[in-house]
């Protein structure tokens, strides 16, 4: 058996999402940093809440469409294969290349990797969990191979609150990253997870211990990667703190589960602009942007009552050619800045870039035009985001002001509010719950 995989995606879902696409996890790592914690397991097998670290990791994985798996191991990496085997269990696939005797660092070891990896993969770093959208990583990592980039890097701009900063995100371009230099003047950290081309990674010599960390600083210094900021926090348990925190995090996922108003997002925060086919469109430029008058307080209004924001949202635009991939989540980025200069921070977005239709000669990609589960009136981003936050969808509601956005309320078990010319609007429903009518 092979890791190649060519399907265009997995046979057992209708959803086009990024299953066919090889997910390589960097587990070689001794963990020194861990101390008795790792001495005798792997960091994938480290307890968090009675389950090994990595089989969460995986069911995260599994819920953003990724089914392909193959893990670097080193340190301890019998335990890791004997606890996944080939995956089947699971529901996915795994393969494995082990390290050896000798720590090849993360640079060796992706290198010694090379026969068995595809044109393109995610790569992970195995101590991390990051439920993040990796089809919007993919898309966009497309849409800039096609300007000559052989990687793009998920960034956090963290402030060194996180982690130290080691990344210079300016602009929308990634213009430095160097995890040894002096952090001043950088804002972001690598997030831990990038999408890369096999050729650059064939760059790195070979039968010698390397670190990743040089091969991208190199490379983003000759302008080959991409930057995509990420707004979702990120978990690694390399350290005693931060596995003790994400332990709280999953014991209380489970424990407590959260309400939240779902949002639909252009027509019920934001105005439409002029424009499609039925006279009104999504903005597609965030200068474009303005919240509808009274919607900033209004979700001011429905945070104070406990609810999480969470916007979902359809995107159609680039099957139409009428935004490119990473347009359509600077939109989406500039709508949550505008609320946050009001005082409102959006828990989370989600957003469908597909259509069952478009326009095809003017889309950019494949497989962003076809069936998916996630267009509304199907509930799949509210039921990835529910997943994700721990949400209990019988407390929740969801605004909008189309059919659509009912239907999916409906679909999803979440009770239905309508605004627009249909309907109130959201500062109505907000008195509605303080008053507690609704
Ligand atoms: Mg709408
Ligand atoms: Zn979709």
Redesign the pocket.
Known sequence: MTARDTRPQDATTPYAGPGHVQVVVLMGGLATRLGDAARTVPKALIDVEGRPFFAIVLDALKRRGLRRFLLLTGHLGDQVRAAFVDGAGLGVRIDYRDDGPEPLGTGGALRAALPLLDERFFLLYGDSYMDIDYERLYREHLHHEREGRAALMSLYRNDDALERSNARFEGGRLVRYDKRADPAGMRHVDFGVSVVRRDLVARIPANTPADLADLMRDATAEGLVAGCELRDRFWEIGRPGPLEAFRAYVRDRAARPRKAVFLDRDGTINEQVRGGAEGVDSPFRPEDVRLIPGAADALKRLKSLGYLLIVVTNQPGATKGKATVPDLWRVDDRVRDLLAAEGVAIDDSLV???HPAGVPDRCPGAGLIGP????KPAP?LIGTAAAKHGIDLAASFLVGDSDADIGAAEAAGVRAVRVGPNGGTLSEFADRLLQGEA
């Open positions: 469908c870039p597909h998916c589960a996630c267009r799949g």
